[in-house]
T-cell receptor, first 112, second 114 residues
Framework: EADIYQTPRYLVIGTGKKITLECSQTMGHDKMYWYQQDPGMELHLIHY???????EKGDLSSESTVSRIRTEHFPLTLESARPSHTSQYLC???????????FGPGTRLLVL | KNQVEQSPQSLIILEGKNCTLQCNYTVSPFSNLRWYKQDTGRGPVSLTIMTFSENTKSNGRYTATLDADTKQSSLHITASQLSDSASYICVVSDRGSTLGRLYFGRGTQLTVWP
């Protein structure tokens, strides 16, 4: 079982609210990722980070933002949630030994 | 366009039976291919990783094969158990760097019935 955690696991929120999805890992991995996954669909990379103070946008355009102030912490923020943001958000990390990504349990977001 | 296609989309089998899941990809250049298992409501967990030179790799009852010439991979599950019910995702990497960008298939949803 990977040591990567996400909170909250489930979130129901109204349109226009600001939300932050938390992701923490205790494996000392430099690389961390955020994916968005809709039911029956493939994972889409929305943000990634090589290390502290390094963040990049992924392949799928997203209105969310991320920060990497500490190695173990990679939060994702939506300034103004909309129903189109309803999805599952998965956080992952990987080390230098191989590229295997270890995933957190995900946050299921519902925006009303 | 780099793509990963999986078949079947869903599969129902009886406990104890074997099954094979397919993955075809067009990702180039190829670095490696992984199979992940994703239980409902959980994040994916890596089962196997295969590089260009590897044809087969086993992890318990899971055996993955790779044909880099035809760009096909399969995941064979032997003597299925109820706990095998999950989505199985094929993931292909197009580089060996530490970037970590991957191409994901949509997964095969496997249901094992008692």
């Amino acid at each position: 079982e990977a040591d990567i955690y996400q909170t909250p696991r489930y979130l129901v929120i109204g349109t226009g609210k600001k939300i932050t999805l938390e992701c923490s890992q205790t494996m000392g991995h430099d690389k961390m990722y955020w994916y968005q996954q809709d039911p029956g669909m493939e994972l889409h990379l929305i943000h990634y980070s090589y290390g502290v103070n390094s963040t990049e946008k992924g392949d799928l355009s997203s209105e969310s933002t991320v920060s990497r102030i500490r190695t173990e912490h990679f939060p994702l923020t939506l300034e103004s949630a909309r129903p189109s943001h309803t999805s599952q958000y998965l956080c992952a990390s990987s080390g230098d030994r191989d590229e295997t990504q270890y995933f957190g349990p995900g946050t299921r977001l519902l925006v009303l | 366009k780099n793509q990963v296609e999986q078949s079947p989309q869903s599969l129902i089998i009886l406990e104890g039976k074997n099954c094979t899941l397919q993955c075809n990809y067009t990702v180039s250049p190829f670095s490696n291919l992984r199979w992940y298992k994703q239980d409902t409501g959980r994040g994916p967990v890596s089962l196997t990783i295969m590089t260009f030179s590897e044809n087969t790799k086993s992890n318990g009852r899971y055996t993955a094969t790779l044909d880099a010439d035809t760009k096909q991979s399969s995941l064979h599950i032997t003597a299925s158990q109820l706990s095998d019910s999950a989505s199985y995702i094929c993931v292909v990497s197009d580089r060996g760097s530490t970037l970590g960008r991957l191409y994901f298939g949509r997964g095969t949803q496997l249901t094992v019935w008692p």
